[in-house]
């Protein structure tokens, strides 16, 4: 198989074409990455791993994003398997709804959830009167990630759903169990690896996060803000340490869910 | 008993137009039908995975017209057997057990054993063949204990083999008492499995009765046309003395018949299609094996030549062209000769 593919590229002009304008693409988006981390000495990194600052920072980026996929995964797989197997009256409406966050500018969206949960407001007082500060803790933080890459998750999760037979579905109600036993152990078990897929996605959206989570929650300083401070504030070389530390932590996590991810199921595909 | 009453189904473009039938306990009831009849749709309206719209169906006199799906006791095995694919094959039997966790292991450890798979209990889906991957699907329909169990084509992608051991898996469950409704397009399956038949034709039935009244009198040109075979007769197949290894004798109604065949002795059908059936003013010396004298009983014009029917013990067809019942002035009440190869014969184990 791979010698026919090897075959078919070289034999075919077009394909040639093609695979060199995919090597530029993929070249716009190493290069800078690749220019950033050889710009960074080892002592530098090191010096910046030290820093307690920047390993609080990178912390707390980490496991908000993972609570705000955690916490939004709850709703939002449902909602997906429902987008997925359902009509309803203003389905495109709802669909275009959920992909509205990824065309809003972040800041903007910022300000749109900084409205809702400030202490002036309905959700934003009871959250404070129960012992929750939305603006300036890590709560704000949560809800800014979440805002701006739960679609991500919707759309993969619905897709995974959409391609498993519905016809499983059905078997499994012909054999008597409840439409909720149908979804876990029929309906998640198939779509589960575009289900983790879109986690993925949607954590590794939420720590990248700037412009809502700045306007929403400036402190406890998150990875992406410390880097855009350090830089307004001390420069380039200053803000690249971080920003390839920061980097390389994400990268090592990605692998790891991925490999996880690549385990056989025997799901069809 | 399932009792289906003027059922009506709207579907995607498709229509069931009032469906009525009554299905006993004891029965194995085979729906007939070419493809895109509406066979699969009637069977999924049954099991309520499509709406009925109009009409209504009761199991055991309960209305479960409206039921919810999985309160319906309805066994649904499908044509591609849909097992889920991330579930061993102990899981998949399992899936729909009832009881305790030890009754469920024990169940789905006995229908395994009775479907014939319980070495594949621990191998996945995707690692069985066709025949394997139909035996579980049986069985996993069967562990909810279902009052009714509903078939779509289970023997179209089995190889001849796995088809035969199928067929008497079936007959099997049917003689324990399970009641089946099973779709097919397949006449032989039909006759080998079922004690009533149904024809189904663009989304209505057009004929129901026992195999033998619908093969050997259709009541429309449709239903004729698509069985397509008229002289179907039950009887007894026994080797025959001599060294005629190939050759078996088929006695029905007293009537003795000569058949090609290799099957085991013991009861079953014989079939034998009009067209192979030759009528002659004396016995023909030729290598047809089967000879009778008899009498015509009815003599019918079809688009496609004549059917003459011939009264020679039991009522055989003939298909013959219009020339030929000029020539031997083929009416009611004339004499005359029929005759067929052994080899125009068919045998179908019962």
């Given at each position: 198989m791979k010698t026919r593919a090897r075959h078919t590229l070289a034999s075919d002009p077009l394909s040639l074409v093609f695979a060199a304008l995919g090597g530029m693409v993929l070249l716009f988006l190493i290069a800078p990455l690749a220019g950033m981390a050889f710009n960074s000495p080892l002592s530098d990194l090191a010096d910046t791993a030290a820093e307690k600052e920047v390993r609080a920072s990178i912390l707390l980026t980490l496991w908000t994003a993972l609570a705000a996929t955690t916490i939004c995964s709850v709703a939002a797989v449902p909602f997906a398997w429902v987008l997925a197997r359902k009509q309803f009256p203003l389905k495109r409406l709802v669909s275009g709804i959920i992909d509205l966050p990824v065309v809003v500018p972040h800041s903007a969206a910022g300000i749109a959830i900084l409205g809702f949960i400030a202490p002036n407001s309905c959700i934003g007082g009871t959250a404070e009167r129960a012992g929750?500060?939305?603006?300036?803790?890590?709560?704000?933080?949560?809800?800014?990630?979440a805002f701006v890459s739960v679609p991500f998750l919707i759309n993969a999760a619905r897709d995974g759903f959409a391609a498993a037979p519905e016809r499983l579905e059905k078997a499994a109600l012909t054999l008597g169990a409840s439409p909720?036993?149908?979804?876990?152990?029929?309906?998640l078990p198939l779509a589960w690896r575009a289900i983790v897929s879109g986690m993925v996605m949607m954590w590794a959206r939420g720590m990248s996060e700037f412009g809502a989570v700045a306007i929403v929650a400036y402190h406890p300083i998150v990875a992406s803000v410390l880097i855009y401070e350090r830089f307004g504030a001390f420069g380039l070389a200053h803000a690249r340490p971080v920003a390839v530390l920061f980097l390389g932590v994400c990268l090592v996590f990605f692998i790891v869910v991925r490999l996880l991810a690549r385990e056989d199921t025997h799901a069809p595909r | 008993?399932?009792?289906?009453?003027?059922?009506?189904?709207?579907?995607?473009?498709?229509?069931l137009h009032d469906i009525s039938f009554t299905v006993p306990q004891d029965s194995y009831f085979v729906l007939l039908g070419a493809s895109g009849v509406g066979k699969t749709v009637l069977l999924e309206a049954l099991s309520g995975l499509a709406p009925i719209t109009h009409g209504a169906v009761y199991?055991?006199?309960?209305?479960i017209t409206h039921a919810r799906i999985?309160?319906?006791?309805?066994?649904?095995v499908y044509q591609d057997q849909a097992l889920f694919p991330h579930l061993t094959v102990r899981k998949n039997i399992a899936y729909g057990a009832?009881?305790?966790?030890s009754t469920r292991e024990q169940t789905t450890i006995d229908l395994?054993?009775?479907?014939?798979?319980?070495?594949?209990?621990?191998?996945?889906?995707?690692?069985?063949?066709?025949?394997?991957?139909?035996?579980?699907?049986?069985?996993?329909?069967?562990?909810?204990?279902?009052?009714?169990?509903?078939?779509?084509?289970?023997l179209s992608a089995l190889d001849i083999k796995a088809?035969?051991?199928?067929?008497?898996?079936?007959?099997?469950?049917?003689?324990?008492?399970?009641?089946?409704?099973?779709?097919?397009?397949?006449?032989?399956?039909?006759?080998?499995?079922?004690?009533?038949?149904?024809i189904m034709e663009n989304g209505a039935i057009a004929q129901i009765g026992t195999p033998m009244d619908v093969f050997q009198h259709p009541t429309s040109e449709f239903v004729a046309r698509f069985i397509g075979i008229r002289n179907v007769f039950a009887g007894t197949l026994a080797e025959e003395s001599g060294n005629n290894m190939d050759i078996a004798t088929f006695t029905s109604a007293g009537i003795t018949f000569h058949i090609m065949t290799n099957a085991p002795p013991g009861p079953g059908m014989m079939l034998v299609r009009s067209e192979d059936v030759t009528l002659s003013s004396s016995c023909p010396e030729s290598s047809a094996r089967n000879c009778f004298s008899g009498q015509v009983t009815d003599v019918a014009r079809t688009p496609l030549g004549t059917e003459v029917v011939v009264d020679i013990g039991v009522e055989f067809v003939a298909l013959v062209s219009n020339a030929s019942v000029q020539q031997l002035t083929l009416k009611p009440g004339r004499d005359i000769w029929l005759s067929f190869k052994a080899s125009a014969a068919r045998f179908l184990e019962e």
């Open positions: 929750i500060q939305f603006v300036g803790g890590a709560a704000g933080i949560i809800v800014a990630m909720a036993r149908v979804f876990f152990t029929i309906s | 008993m399932l009792r289906v009453e003027h059922v009506h189904v709207s579907l995607d473009g498709f229509a199991l055991d006199n309960e209305d999985q309160h319906r006791k309805m066994g649904l009832v009881g305790s966790r395994a054993a009775t479907v014939g798979v319980a070495h594949l209990l621990d191998r996945r889906p995707a690692t069985l063949s066709g025949g394997e991957a139909q035996r579980v699907a049986l069985a996993r329909a069967l562990a909810p204990q279902p009052r009714c169990l509903l078939l779509d084509e289970p088809r035969s051991a199928m067929r008497a898996l079936l007959r099997t469950l049917h003689r324990n008492g399970q009641m089946v409704v099973h779709v097919t397009h397949d006449y032989e399956e039909a006759l080998s499995l079922a004690t009533h038949v149904a």
